[in-house]
């Protein structure tokens, strides 16, 4: 495996009496596609939160290995260093985009850009040249409600890389998109992380999709589990 750029230990999470995380370990190398798969309920997208630091476990860690830099635990650091490493270092897509429907398309991509105090100028640049890359040229004025659930992903991804994301987390950025859309969107995002060099942890129920990722984990009962699946052909 290439150079770890997330590796996890020893996670635990409860929520209540509910066990969600039961102790996982987990390494990532740079520039990896790795999809998270398992039952509803098993714990996928606690790992997916634990591992960006939206949510803080209960114990282990989860050091990150930037591209520049020294390694970090997340696990020990504040909310607001956790919120902006997140900001500026991971990306994020999920099934829902959580794009703003009052904005534009090419607004809701330099959105991400001017909160990290970006000039609009420069963030609608970079915007635009996101969209024209993944196939939206000539959709930029429109509103969200106006794309289709395919175009709608795609802003997303854009969003989430237009920041020059490292790690991107992406939480059944497909669940609901048909198979040739859901193609397609993997191919942007594939396209857009480990063809660049970027790292992509997806949680997909969709094992097409799981197929298209270098690797497979299996997650059950809050552990991941022994048999992971290698993939091989796989298209960037
Ligand atoms: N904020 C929360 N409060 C209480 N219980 C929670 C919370 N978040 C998750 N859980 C519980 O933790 C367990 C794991 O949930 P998680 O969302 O990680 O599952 P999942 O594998 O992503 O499932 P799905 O495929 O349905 O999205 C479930 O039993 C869930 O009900
Ligand atoms: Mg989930």
New binding site residues.
């Given amino acids: 495996m290439n150079t770890p750029v997330l590796h996890a230990q020893s996670l635990t999470k409860t929520?209540?009496t509910?066990t969600?995380l039961a102790g996982v370990d987990l390494i990532v190398g740079r520039g990896e596609s790795v999809a998270i798969m398992?039952?509803?309920?098993?714990?996928?997208?606690?790992?997916l939160h634990v591992l960006a630091g939206i949510t803080a476990p209960d114990a282990g860690s989860v050091h990150y290995a930037p591209a520049h830099g020294a390694p970090v635990d997340i696990t020990t650091r504040n909310e607001r260093e956790r919120s902006k490493l997140r900001r500026e270092t991971f990306g994020f897509v999920f099934q829902q985009g959580l794009l703003i429907p009052e904005l534009t398309a090419i607004e809701n991509i330099a959105l991400a850009l001017m909160i990290n105090g970006t000039s609009r100028r420069v963030a609608l640049e970079h915007a635009a040249g996101w969209m024209a890359s993944l196939g939206l040229a000539g959709m930029e004025e429109r509103r969200i409600g106006e794309l289709s659930g395919g175009q709608a992903q795609r802003v997303a991804i854009a969003r989430a890389q237009v920041t020059g994301a490292e790690l991107v987390f992406a939480?059944?950025p497909t669940g609901a998109l048909d198979s040739q859309t859901s193609n397609d969107v993997m191919d942007a995002l594939l396209w857009s992380t480990t063809g660049q060099g970027r790292t992509l942890l997806v949680?997909t129920?969709d094992s097409e999709v799981a197929a298209r990722c270098s690797r497979t984990v299996h997650?059950r009962d809050?552990h991941v589990i022994g048999t992971e699946t290698v993939n091989t052909g796989v298209t960037a």
């Fill in positions: 929520f209540g509910t969600a398992g039952a509803s309920g098993s714990g996928k997208t606690t790992l939480d059944e949680v129920h997650v809050g």
